[in-house]
Protein backbone atom coordinates (compact mmCIF):
# COMPACT_ATOMS: atom_id res chain seq x y z
CA UNK A 1 0.00 0.00 0.00
CA UNK A 2 2.24 2.51 0.78
CA UNK A 3 4.35 1.68 -2.50
CA UNK A 4 1.40 2.22 -4.14
CA UNK A 5 0.80 5.99 -2.43
CA UNK A 6 4.15 6.91 -2.74
CA UNK A 7 4.24 5.62 -6.60
CA UNK A 8 1.00 7.75 -6.96
CA UNK A 9 2.57 11.30 -5.15
CA UNK A 10 5.97 10.91 -7.39
CA UNK A 11 3.93 10.47 -10.85
CA UNK A 12 1.86 13.68 -9.50
CA UNK A 13 4.37 15.74 -8.40
CA UNK A 14 5.98 14.62 -11.95
CA UNK A 15 2.89 15.85 -14.17
CA UNK A 16 2.72 19.14 -12.44
CA UNK A 17 6.10 20.01 -12.90
CA UNK A 18 5.73 19.16 -16.38
CA UNK A 19 2.27 21.17 -16.94
CA UNK A 20 3.92 24.22 -14.82
CA UNK A 21 7.50 24.06 -16.95
CA UNK A 22 5.21 24.12 -20.26
CA UNK A 23 3.17 27.10 -18.91
CA UNK A 24 6.89 28.92 -18.17
CA UNK A 25 7.88 28.04 -22.06
CA UNK A 26 4.91 28.69 -23.48
CA UNK A 27 5.69 32.46 -21.09
CA UNK A 28 9.08 32.61 -21.76
CA UNK A 29 8.50 31.99 -25.83
CA UNK A 30 5.89 34.60 -25.67
CA UNK A 31 7.77 37.20 -23.80
CA UNK A 32 10.22 36.80 -26.51
CA UNK A 33 8.44 38.04 -29.45
CA UNK A 34 6.07 39.94 -27.16
CA UNK A 35 7.28 43.73 -28.42
CA UNK A 36 7.93 42.49 -32.00
CA UNK A 37 5.59 44.86 -33.57
CA UNK A 38 3.04 43.25 -35.89
CA UNK A 39 3.19 43.50 -39.48
CA UNK A 40 0.13 43.99 -41.30
CA UNK A 41 0.18 44.04 -45.11
CA UNK A 42 -1.18 47.27 -46.83
CA UNK A 43 -4.41 45.89 -48.50
CA UNK A 44 -6.30 47.70 -51.30
CA UNK A 45 -9.98 48.24 -51.04
CA UNK A 46 -11.70 45.83 -53.31
CA UNK A 47 -15.84 46.07 -52.79
CA UNK A 48 -16.47 45.00 -56.52
CA UNK A 49 -14.59 41.43 -55.55
CA UNK A 50 -17.42 39.86 -57.48
CA UNK A 51 -17.78 41.51 -60.52
CA UNK A 52 -13.70 41.50 -60.53
CA UNK A 53 -13.29 37.84 -59.95
CA UNK A 54 -15.86 37.41 -63.24
CA UNK A 55 -13.39 39.34 -65.26
CA UNK A 56 -10.42 37.92 -63.94
CA UNK A 57 -11.82 34.63 -64.88
CA UNK A 58 -12.67 35.91 -68.60
CA UNK A 59 -9.27 37.28 -68.55
CA UNK A 60 -7.84 34.15 -67.83
CA UNK A 61 -9.82 32.01 -70.35
CA UNK A 62 -8.27 34.55 -72.87
CA UNK A 63 -5.29 34.15 -72.27
CA UNK A 64 -5.35 30.50 -72.11
CA UNK A 65 -7.27 30.12 -75.28
CA UNK A 66 -6.33 32.92 -77.16
CA UNK A 67 -3.81 35.44 -76.56
CA UNK A 68 -1.06 32.48 -74.95
CA UNK A 69 -1.52 30.37 -78.30
CA UNK A 70 -1.26 33.11 -80.51
CA UNK A 71 2.30 34.38 -78.85
CA UNK A 72 3.41 30.61 -79.07
CA UNK A 73 3.30 30.69 -82.61
CA UNK A 74 4.42 34.03 -83.22
CA UNK A 75 7.19 33.02 -80.98
CA UNK A 76 7.58 30.20 -83.94
CA UNK A 77 7.69 32.79 -86.75
CA UNK A 78 10.15 35.46 -85.26
CA UNK A 79 13.47 34.96 -83.67
CA UNK A 80 14.31 35.98 -80.40
CA UNK A 81 16.32 38.62 -81.30
CA UNK A 82 14.08 39.87 -83.98
CA UNK A 83 11.32 39.90 -81.18
CA UNK A 84 13.71 41.64 -78.45
CA UNK A 85 14.39 44.68 -81.15
CA UNK A 86 10.26 44.74 -81.96
CA UNK A 87 9.83 45.29 -78.04
CA UNK A 88 12.91 47.80 -78.12
CA UNK A 89 11.23 49.90 -80.81
CA UNK A 90 7.30 49.68 -78.68
CA UNK A 91 9.56 50.65 -75.68
CA UNK A 92 10.90 54.22 -77.76
CA UNK A 93 7.79 54.91 -79.22
CA UNK A 94 6.57 55.05 -75.31
CA UNK A 95 9.33 57.24 -74.43
CA UNK A 96 7.22 60.42 -74.21
CA UNK A 97 4.66 59.16 -71.76
CA UNK A 98 7.29 58.05 -69.37
CA UNK A 99 9.26 61.51 -69.81
CA UNK A 100 6.29 63.71 -69.15
CA UNK A 101 5.27 61.40 -66.13
CA UNK A 102 9.13 62.10 -64.72
CA UNK A 103 8.63 65.85 -65.64
CA UNK A 104 5.81 65.97 -63.58
CA UNK A 105 7.33 64.59 -60.67
CA UNK A 106 9.95 66.03 -60.82
CA UNK A 107 12.17 63.61 -61.20
CA UNK A 108 14.57 65.57 -63.19
CA UNK A 109 17.45 63.05 -64.06
CA UNK A 110 14.56 60.41 -65.15
CA UNK A 111 13.45 62.78 -67.86
CA UNK A 112 17.14 63.37 -69.09
CA UNK A 113 17.41 59.70 -68.76
CA UNK A 114 14.59 59.43 -71.15
CA UNK A 115 15.90 62.17 -73.34
CA UNK A 116 19.59 60.73 -73.39
CA UNK A 117 17.55 57.36 -74.74
CA UNK A 118 15.39 58.57 -77.12
CA UNK A 119 18.00 60.21 -79.28
CA UNK A 120 20.12 57.54 -79.27
CA UNK A 121 17.93 55.10 -79.77
CA UNK A 122 16.11 57.03 -82.49
CA UNK A 123 19.27 57.50 -84.20
CA UNK A 124 22.17 55.01 -83.43
CA UNK A 125 19.53 52.66 -82.40
CA UNK A 126 17.52 52.85 -85.83
CA UNK A 127 14.21 54.46 -85.16
CA UNK A 128 14.63 51.98 -81.99
CA UNK A 129 14.79 49.11 -83.00
CA UNK A 130 18.20 48.23 -80.82
CA UNK A 131 19.10 49.74 -77.48
CA UNK A 132 22.54 51.19 -77.49
CA UNK A 133 21.68 53.51 -74.73
CA UNK A 134 21.51 50.74 -72.31
CA UNK A 135 23.47 47.82 -74.08
CA UNK A 136 26.81 50.17 -75.02
CA UNK A 137 26.00 53.10 -72.84
CA UNK A 138 24.20 51.07 -69.60
CA UNK A 139 21.27 53.88 -69.51
CA UNK A 140 18.32 51.66 -68.50
CA UNK A 141 14.93 53.00 -69.30
CA UNK A 142 12.63 54.33 -66.14
CA UNK A 143 8.87 53.18 -65.16
CA UNK A 144 7.24 56.45 -65.03
CA UNK A 145 2.93 56.27 -66.04
CA UNK A 146 0.30 58.90 -64.69
CA UNK A 147 -0.97 56.50 -62.50
CA UNK A 148 2.55 56.90 -60.46
CA UNK A 149 1.89 60.50 -60.86
CA UNK A 150 -0.86 60.83 -59.21
CA UNK A 151 0.10 58.86 -56.53
CA UNK A 152 3.09 60.80 -56.39
CA UNK A 153 0.79 64.07 -55.47
CA UNK A 154 -0.74 62.09 -52.75
CA UNK A 155 -3.93 60.44 -54.42
CA UNK A 156 -4.36 57.13 -53.42
CA UNK A 157 -5.66 53.93 -54.89
CA UNK A 158 -9.34 54.45 -54.42
CA UNK A 159 -10.40 50.67 -54.95
CA UNK A 160 -9.10 47.81 -57.07
CA UNK A 161 -10.15 46.88 -60.49
CA UNK A 162 -9.63 43.79 -62.84
CA UNK A 163 -9.87 45.46 -66.16
CA UNK A 164 -11.17 43.45 -69.18
CA UNK A 165 -7.76 42.02 -71.24
CA UNK A 166 -5.78 44.82 -69.41
CA UNK A 167 -5.72 43.02 -66.24
CA UNK A 168 -5.33 44.22 -62.33
CA UNK A 169 -5.44 47.92 -62.00
CA UNK A 170 -7.43 50.50 -59.69
CA UNK A 171 -9.53 53.36 -60.05
CA UNK A 172 -6.32 55.65 -59.81
CA UNK A 173 -3.96 53.12 -62.26
CA UNK A 174 -6.92 53.22 -64.74
CA UNK A 175 -7.54 57.12 -65.17
CA UNK A 176 -3.86 57.49 -65.19
CA UNK A 177 -3.48 55.14 -68.49
CA UNK A 178 -6.59 56.88 -70.10
CA UNK A 179 -4.76 60.20 -69.49
CA UNK A 180 -1.21 58.53 -70.78
CA UNK A 181 -3.36 57.26 -73.82
CA UNK A 182 -3.13 61.16 -74.97
CA UNK A 183 1.00 61.20 -74.45
CA UNK A 184 1.00 58.17 -76.90
CA UNK A 185 2.39 59.11 -80.80
CA UNK A 186 0.21 56.34 -81.95
CA UNK A 187 -2.93 58.43 -81.13
CA UNK A 188 -1.73 61.60 -83.44
CA UNK A 189 -0.69 58.97 -85.95
CA UNK A 190 -2.59 58.89 -89.83
CA UNK A 191 -3.83 55.02 -88.21
CA UNK A 192 -7.58 54.51 -88.02
CA UNK A 193 -8.68 53.23 -84.57
CA UNK A 194 -8.69 49.75 -85.76
CA UNK A 195 -4.88 49.89 -87.19
CA UNK A 196 -3.93 51.43 -83.79
CA UNK A 197 -6.23 48.58 -81.83
CA UNK A 198 -4.03 46.03 -83.83
CA UNK A 199 -0.81 47.99 -83.65
CA UNK A 200 -1.41 46.94 -79.68
CA UNK A 201 -2.37 43.54 -79.95
CA UNK A 202 0.80 43.46 -81.84
CA UNK A 203 2.62 44.82 -78.96
CA UNK A 204 1.01 43.08 -76.75
CA UNK A 205 1.57 39.64 -77.80
CA UNK A 206 5.09 40.39 -78.95
CA UNK A 207 5.78 41.09 -74.90
CA UNK A 208 3.98 38.09 -74.01
CA UNK A 209 6.24 35.86 -76.47
CA UNK A 210 9.20 36.76 -74.57
CA UNK A 211 7.50 35.98 -71.20
CA UNK A 212 8.74 33.11 -69.33
CA UNK A 213 5.44 31.50 -68.16
CA UNK A 214 5.32 34.33 -65.27
CA UNK A 215 1.05 34.03 -65.54
CA UNK A 216 1.46 29.53 -66.06
CA UNK A 217 3.93 29.72 -62.50
CA UNK A 218 1.57 31.73 -60.53
CA UNK A 219 -2.00 29.97 -61.27
CA UNK A 220 0.04 26.65 -60.94
CA UNK A 221 1.11 27.25 -57.10
CA UNK A 222 -0.98 29.45 -56.00
CA UNK A 223 -4.16 28.84 -54.19
CA UNK A 224 -6.33 31.38 -55.17
CA UNK A 225 -4.55 33.19 -57.91
CA UNK A 226 -6.78 36.06 -57.58
CA UNK A 227 -5.73 37.71 -54.39
CA UNK A 228 -1.94 36.69 -55.32
CA UNK A 229 -1.95 38.81 -57.98
CA UNK A 230 -4.23 41.48 -56.61
CA UNK A 231 -1.54 41.92 -53.68
CA UNK A 232 1.00 41.47 -56.30
CA UNK A 233 0.18 43.97 -58.09
CA UNK A 234 -0.84 46.58 -55.16
CA UNK A 235 2.76 45.77 -53.66
CA UNK A 236 4.21 46.64 -56.87
CA UNK A 237 2.82 50.00 -57.26
CA UNK A 238 3.73 50.91 -53.69
CA UNK A 239 7.20 50.46 -54.48
CA UNK A 240 7.09 52.52 -58.14
CA UNK A 241 5.16 55.39 -56.04
CA UNK A 242 7.56 55.48 -53.04
CA UNK A 243 11.16 54.26 -53.53
CA UNK A 244 12.07 53.42 -57.10
CA UNK A 245 13.22 50.15 -56.52
CA UNK A 246 12.78 49.18 -60.47
CA UNK A 247 15.87 51.47 -61.29
CA UNK A 248 17.75 51.18 -58.61
CA UNK A 249 21.20 50.87 -60.86
CA UNK A 250 20.52 55.14 -61.98
CA UNK A 251 20.79 55.77 -58.54
CA UNK A 252 23.22 53.48 -56.62
CA UNK A 253 26.04 52.95 -59.68
CA UNK A 254 27.56 55.04 -61.98
CA UNK A 255 24.72 55.75 -64.83
CA UNK A 256 26.91 54.95 -67.74
CA UNK A 257 29.48 52.48 -68.17
CA UNK A 258 31.90 55.05 -69.89
CA UNK A 259 32.49 58.50 -68.64
CA UNK A 260 33.13 59.38 -71.90
CA UNK A 261 29.00 58.62 -72.75
CA UNK A 262 27.91 60.09 -69.53
CA UNK A 263 26.54 63.61 -71.04
CA UNK A 264 25.57 64.16 -67.24
CA UNK A 265 28.84 64.10 -66.05
CA UNK A 266 29.70 67.03 -68.97
CA UNK A 267 27.87 69.65 -67.40
CA UNK A 268 28.55 68.51 -63.92
CA UNK A 269 24.84 67.11 -63.15
Excluded at 212 to 230: A, M
Aim: aromatic letters at 16%.
Amino acid sequence: MLIRIFTFCFLGCFLWVGIAGADDFDAAFGDEFSDDPVVSEKLIADPLQPLNRGTFWVNDRLYFYLFKPVARGYRLVLPRPARVSVGNFFANLATPIRAGNALLQFKFRDFGTETYRFVINSTFGILGFFDPAESVAGVKKTVEDFGQTLGFYGFDHGFYLVLPIVGPSSLRDATGVFLDSYADPLRYSSLSTAEQMSVKFVDAENRLSLDRETYEGIVHDSLDPYLFIRAAYVQRRLAQVGEDTYNVNIFKSPLFDSDLLNPFDWIGF
